[in-house]
């Protein structure tokens, strides 16, 4: 398959793969993979931070709070101006607030450095995210497909893509994460909207009842 980031031409693409074929017509094209501004990268990883493991609706109320505190801005200097009875106060445990201060850290020190990752392949902004605590590939994957806007990113240990994988496949028991490691790699480089087709898959059964 040939590179390229036009919606439509991937919905084409993807749609000779037989068992993605349906949810393709079902679904249409996926979105337009587009790279946000840099100074959006460490907001997003703030808030991936907040909403680890937490319902919808708490994770939400946590980060407005949290966006409260910082004058509506969530920068590192705005995190550095805030105490830990602060950060506590927003709702936000003690190791999420660690996580979000190692952040700020690396962040500030220069560890980690947001504004290259645009010229940066896949595995090396994964392998550089890794680093600061809380982070682990689900997440440098979600980052690499939201703000990064990169279109050949595969987050084989994302539930919601196992799940889809296999009701696209017919697989019983589900897919394992290491076995879909390989599973796509015959649909790169379009593999971020592969993945979108499986969320799609996952909400049309749940739509349907089945």
């Not at 979000?100 to 010229?119: F, N, Q, S, Y």
């Not at 696209?168 to 394992?176: E, F, K, N, Q, R």
């Not at 379009?190 to 049309?204: F, K, M, T």
Request: hydrophobic share 40%; charged share 25%.
């Amino acid at each position: 398959m040939s590179a390229t980031n036009d919606p439509e031409a991937i919905a084409r693409s993807l749609r000779r793969y037989g068992p993605l074929r349906a949810i393709v017509r079902h679904a249409g094209p996926p979105p337009l993979q587009r790279r946000a501004p840099a100074n959006s990268r460490y907001p997003y990883l703030v808030r991936a931070i907040v909403f680890q493991q937490l319902a919808g609706n708490a994770a939400t109320a946590i980060h407005n709070r949290l966006l409260a505190a910082c004058d509506g801005r969530v920068t590192p200097d705005a995190i550095d101006g805030l105490d830990d009875l602060e950060l506590s106060t927003c709702g936000l445990s003690g190791s999420k607030a660690a996580a979000i201060r190692d952040l700020t850290v690396k962040v500030d020190e220069g560890t980690v450095r947001l504004d290259r990752h645009a010229r940066m392949d896949d595995d090396a902004v994964i392998a550089d995210l890794v680093q600061i605590r809380g982070i682990g590939t689900w997440t440098a994957h979600m980052y690499l497909l939201g703000p990064m806007g990169r279109t050949d990113v595969w987050p084989n240990g994302d539930y919601g893509v196992r799940m889809g994988w296999s009701l696209l496949h017919d697989l019983d028991p589900m897919v394992t994460e290491r076995n879909l490691l390989t599973a796509a790699d015959a649909l790169a480089p379009h593999r971020s909207a592969v993945a979108w087709y499986c969320w799609q898959e996952v909400g049309r059964r749940r739509a349907e009842g089945r």
